[in-house]
């Protein structure tokens, strides 16, 4: 665990929640917002989030949806503490969990008491950076966080359909350039595929693609329009700061 001069406290969401992260490292941003933003509510229920880090995004979405009831997978156990810390601060105690489990081990995962097809929604934004092709970070938390082998994303849908209830949903973020790996190691077990791209500003190819896919579900596939965080002189658009600090949902979120 972080000495508390490594760690700091900080506002997300528009001051919406406190979180306690390290000053070093991997840090809250966009992505976690987005994730839980574009993750459906429906009737209250089971929700986990994998590789939660410091739980931004279960969080966000616990906040979003009183009566949910979150768990927040983690393998670090240094960031376990902090998701729990940040429960606490957020008065999410008595509805987040933590559990310190390797998200793709189903022995760990069921050691710490997540049990198979006992889930409504998975949430997450896997290390989508092939370790083999881009320089990783020297960070151990950062490496963790961003890069990892070229079957992850296979192994982390695999675990999400092991955890989710039929005609469950998972929600994922990933490199907008990766999309059609997403499609495909979605298949068979997914379907009813949603994508919403994430564009820096109008004119610009998308960074991140958020999709949306329910277990057992259909063949049928929507796209829905972008979301743009910037408009042409580089000020966050409305529909961003809607989203990003005042705790909006996204479209792909109302399905």
Not at 186 to 213: D, K, S, Y
Request: with cysteine; glycine share 10%; charged share 25%.
């Amino acid at each position: 665990m972080a000495a508390e001069s490594e760690i700091s406290e900080d506002a997300i969401l528009g001051g919406r929640l406190r979180v306690r992260q390290p000053l070093l490292g991997h840090r809250v941003g966009h992505d976690a917002i987005l994730l839980a933003a574009a993750t459906p509510a429906g009737a209250a229920g089971r929700a986990v989030e994998l590789g939660a880090g410091i739980g931004a995004a279960g969080l966000a979405f616990a906040a979003r949806v009183p009566g949910t009831k979150v768990t927040l997978v983690e393998i670090d156990a240094g960031l376990c503490t902090l998701a729990r810390d940040n429960a606490r601060i957020n008065g999410l105690e008595d509805r987040v969990i933590v559990a310190n489990a390797d998200a793709e081990s189903a022995d760990a995962l069921q050691s710490a008491g997540l049990l198979p097809e006992s889930f409504d929604r998975v949430l997450m934004n896997p290390p989508f950076h092939d370790a083999r092709r881009h320089n990783v970070s020297p960070d151990r938390r950062r490496r963790l966080a961003h890069s990892g082998g070229p079957d992850l994303l296979a192994r982390w849908i695999g675990t999400a359909a092991w955890l989710l209830a039929a005609k469950g949903v998972l929600t994922l973020i990933w490199r907008a350039d990766g999309l059609n790996e997403v499609i495909d190691r979605l298949q068979p077990a997914f379907g009813a595929i949603a994508i919403l791209p994430v564009h820096p500003r109008a004119g610009v190819p998308p960074i991140r693609v958020l999709v949306q896919a329910v277990k057992a579900g259909d063949a049928s596939r929507k796209i829905y329009a972008p979301l743009y965080l910037h408009d042409k002189s580089g000020r966050p658009t409305a529909a961003a700061e809607a989203v990003l600090r005042e705790g909006d949902t996204l479209p792909i979120a109302d399905r």
